[in-house]
């Protein structure tokens, strides 16, 4: 096996998630660590322009807070899915044991089982870095209060990590105050969650936080499966489909400010938290229907409550209104001004902000 550390690039989009890809210099073989739907075009890019060839998408866990990308990435590259064999995600080409190996050219991961967050958390050593996901952050760790979280199981993850050396480099999956990578012996000597004794992490962990947003629907594109390419569809592919209102809807699932600041026309509102309780008004909408928000996250959590509801016959518009605005696409407005795509007051809080809903313990 090479001693020369394997590269590494992270990869942050988001405000407080973290996507890594790594590869081997020799063989350009690669392995990107929990990515997500929304940023996948961008990893596509990013593997073209590194020239690596994409082997592994791993999933730290089940993410209860954002839609994983790795079955996106499939779809594009032919990577395969590795999750924990702790995972009951029917995702995977892979359900990955305790101290299994992937290899890299000359390198390997080491898939280390730690549960205490979720019950299939895992966490990546690549010989100098561990990739700790939602199980360990810099000076905080994974909240256990739901989806099986176990703050005792946390405890001994936690030591298993500790177990792979003072020296070892700490990447975790989200972080809420800006910092990067940190060390185990760092983690040791200031992380309160990290250093506590077995009685005192569970009693840091005795609050309960609210549900992520969405998490029904997050769950069900993560577990069971994602959007098939064939129902993704661009800007320039909207006007193939006719009259909206007549020959097919343009459902739009923001929140009414940011509907009224710019929208496609003839575009309808039903925000996301109303589709449910309004389905019996979807049924007699013209179908298709393209799903429409500010990114493509929320049409996409919008296509998962119609497939629960059997109705399959949906499109997702891609990138959402910042992709039509992008692609210089007429829009209107009820404001008096110029339309303009915005983040609605309501959207503070979104998948990985911290506040509440969040993976942290806070
Ligand atoms: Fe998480």
Same mark, same amino acid.
């Given at each position: ?5 394997? =590269? @590494? ?28 739907? #929304?940023?996948? $075009? ?10 690596? !060839? +994409? ?9 209860? #807070?954002?839609? /994983? ?5 499939? %779809? +594009? ?25 992937? !290899? ?16 299939? &958390? ?9 990739y700790t996901g939602d199980t360990l952050f810099i000076g905080s760790a994974a909240r256990t209060?739901? @989806? ?31 910092? =990067? ?19 005192? +992490? ?13 998490? $029904? ?7 069971? $499966?994602?959007? =098939?390419? %064939? ?19 343009? +459902? #739009? ?9 710019g929208r496609i026309d003839g575009a309808i509102l039903i ?19 393209? &799903? ?51 983040? /609605? ?5 979104? /998948? ?11």
């Open positions: 096996m090479s001693v020369a550390t394997i =590269e @590494m690039k992270p990869i942050a989009y988001g405000r407080d998630c973290k996507t890594y890809l790594l590869w081997d210099a020799d063989t350009k073989e690669a392995a990107i660590i929990d990515p997500r739907f #929304d940023h996948v $075009a961008r990893y596509v890019r990013e593997i073209e322009q590194t020239g690596v !060839k +994409l082997k592994y998408a791993i999933d730290t866990h089940t993410h209860a #807070d954002h839609l /994983s990308g790795s079955d996106r990435l499939r %779809n +594009l590259t032919g990577c395969a899915i590795v999750m924990s064999d702790a995972s009951k995600s029917k995702v995977p080409d892979y359900k990955v044991a305790d101290g299994e190996t992937l !290899k890299l050219g000359g390198h390997q991961l080491t898939l280390l089982h730690t549960p205490g967050h979720t019950p299939d &958390s895992m966490c990546i050593f690549d010989g100098h870095r561990v209060d739901f @989806m099986g979280g176990s703050p005792e199981k946390l405890y001994e993850s936690f030591r298993k990590i500790e177990a792979l050396g003072n020296d070892v480099e700490v990447w975790p999956g989200h972080d809420y105050n800006g910092h =990067e990578h940190s060390t185990i012996a760092a983690e040791l000597e200031t992380n309160p969650h990290f250093k506590a004794d077995r009685d005192g +992490l569970i009693t840091m962990h005795k609050i309960k936080g609210d549900l992520p947003a969405n998490m $029904a629907e997050i769950l069900s594109f993560n577990t069971e $499966a994602g959007i =098939e390419e %064939n129902k993704i569809i661009k800007p320039t592919d909207v006007a193939s489909f006719g009259t909206p209102g007549k020959d097919f809807t343009l +459902l #739009d699932s923001r929140y009414v400010d940011e509907f009224e600041a925000p996301l938290p109303e589709l449910h309780d309004r389905w019996a008004e979807v049924e007699k909408l013209p179908h298709p229907i393209v &799903s429409v928000c500010r990114s493509g996250v929320r049409a996409t959590m919008a296509m998962m409550t119609a497939r629960h509801a059997g109705d399959e016959n949906w499109l997702l518009l891609e990138g959402g209104m910042q992709a039509w605005q992008k692609a210089d696409k007429p829009m209107v407005s009820d404001t008096g001004k110029d339309p303009d795509v915005i983040t /609605s007051k309501f959207a503070v809080g979104g /998948s990985c902000a911290a506040g509440g809903g969040t993976c942290s313990a806070g």
